[in-house]
């Protein structure tokens, strides 16, 4: 939708999406399913997942806050876990508001931590660094715009998928939303790597 696009716009027009700030989440599940020629059943987002590596390339930091401030539209920080945790997030007011998260990588998942780069702190993941080893150059679409993204390599992307359905104990739906959209994409690219083969 608009305020989607409002977000990835000014992200890109600040070079972070070029600097390697990834796309993941149901965004970037949708992102896939686009590039790959697909349509799917897909439950609605209110969330643009972001995933930053720690070592983020940047020829100078550029505060994440500024460029989503640039956007006009009000988003104000979330607090973190603890009260002491810097926040990761930020959100529109309202109970349906759109909300952007940076992630990042780490040993424990859940834990506060500094990306310099961005001026801003991320919420690890654990087994993170798997996903964001190979990224691939896309496009989304959102509101009338066409993007340019970077996402997550496909196969990565099924595989972190299904471990996190799997290891999710307290929100069971989102794990089982984990498990379908690992196990939709694992289809779509099993498919698509198989015409690709057969197609001379």
């Avoid at 679409?141 to 390599?153: E, K, R, S």
């Avoid at 794990?175 to 959209?181: C, E, H, I, N, Y």
Wanted: aromatic share 6%; net charge positive.
């Amino acid at each position: 939708d608009k305020a989607v696009a409002g977000v990835l716009v000014e992200l890109y027009n600040a070079g972070l999406l070029r600097a390697g700030l990834c796309v993941v989440g149901t965004l970037g599940f949708m992102a896939w399913l686009n590039e790959l020629g697909t349509r799917a059943v897909t439950a609605r987002t209110q969330d643009i997942d972001l995933a930053a590596r720690q070592d983020l390339k940047l020829a100078a930091p550029k505060s994440f806050m500024e460029v989503v401030e640039r956007t006009k539209m009000g988003f104000c920080l979330v607090p973190g876990l603890s009260p002491k945790d810097p926040a990761s997030s930020v959100k529109l007011p309202g109970n349906q508001g759109l909300r952007v998260d940076v992630l990042t990588h780490g040993a424990h998942t859940g834990q506060p931590v500094a990306i310099a780069p961005l001026q801003w702190h991320a919420q690890t993941i654990a087994h993170y660094d798997f996903v964001l080893e190979d990224t691939r150059e896309a496009a989304l679409l959102a509101g009338t715009h066409c993007i340019p993204v970077q996402l997550p390599a496909p196969e990565r992307f099924v595989w972190h998928k299904l471990y996190s359905s799997a290891v999710r104990k307290t929100f069971p739906e989102k794990a089982v939303k984990d498990l379908r959209q690992g196990v939709t994409l694992a289809a779509v690219t099993v498919v698509c790597t198989w015409l690709s083969v057969r197609t001379p």
